[in-house]
């Protein structure tokens, strides 16, 4: 058990929908990090937090937003949900700007 | 931008052999290089590399990095079937230039035959 907690694990939706996941880090953990993981593209950096700032985006679309409040945990909202946004997200926590980073389980979104 | 290349992407051997597994990158600024494993869901932390020639171990696995080849590889030596899963590199940078997190690799699927 890393420590990171995801929910929910599994989410099925429909096109168009809009759904939030949501991330707790280890203790102590400023950082929070979203990854997308699909068979093709492998994990993919999304957007990362550090106590509550913004701190760095990647390969984030802008129907995606994210947003870490000030009891750490994290939140990201997919919205106009396409069935390219099926995959695996990952949340990822640790104490020291990107140094080794700690997963949660991951929910695993699906888009019918 | 950062880039981690991975191989072979999938590799199939027989219990007790000794597996080789590749990383090359390029990176502004690195930092670090680390190691995942990922079975069913989370990848779990392997190790982190910072230094150039200097293995780590830990029982069966070891890894070593070269920075000025710019690459690394994982070992696995009498390799058993609870090895098998997919192996992810990742490289961070120093967060100065631009803090984007880590950057995997696609990962090499090891999969370890009875």
């Known amino acids: 058990d890393s420590g990171v907690t995801q929910t929910p694990k599994h989410l099925i939706t429909a096109t168009g929908q809009r759904v939030t996941l949501r991330c707790s880090p280890r203790?102590?953990?400023?950082?929070v990090y979203w990854y997308q993981q699909s068979l093709d593209q492998g994990l993919q950096f999304l957007i990362q937090?550090?106590?509550?700032?913004?701190?760095a985006k990647g390969n984030i679309l802008e129907r995606f937003s994210a947003q870490q409040f000030p009891d750490l945990h994290s939140e990201l909202n997919l919205s106009s949900l396409e069935l390219g946004d099926s995959a695996l997200y990952f949340c990822?926590?640790?104490?020291?700007?990107?140094?080794?980073?700690?997963f949660g389980s991951g929910t695993q979104l699906s888009v019918l | 931008e950062d880039k981690v290349v991975q191989s072979p992407l999938s590799l199939v051997v027989h219990e007790g052999d000794t597996v080789t597994l590749n990383c090359s990158y390029e990176?502004?600024?690195?930092?670090?290089l680390l190691w995942y494993k990922q079975e069913k869901k989370a990848p779990t932390f392997l190790f982190m590399l910072?230094?150039?020639?200097i293995e780590k171990k830990s029982g069966r696995l070891s890894s070593i990095l070269d920075k000025k080849e710019l690459f690394s590889i994982l070992n696995i030596t009498a390799t058993q079937t609870g090895d098998s899963a997919i192996y992810l590199c990742?490289?961070?940078?120093?967060?100065?230039?631009?803090?984007?997190?880590?950057?995997f690799g696609k990962g090499t699927h090891l999969i370890i035959q009875p």
């Open positions: 990822a926590s640790s104490s020291l700007i990107n140094e080794k980073l700690f």
């Open positions: 203790s102590g953990d400023l950082s």
């Open positions: 937090y550090y106590n509550g700032e913004e701190r």
């Open positions: 990176v502004t600024n690195f930092r670090s």
């Open positions: 910072t230094s150039s020639g």
């Open positions: 990742a490289v961070s940078n120093n967060g100065r230039g631009g803090a984007d997190g880590l950057t």
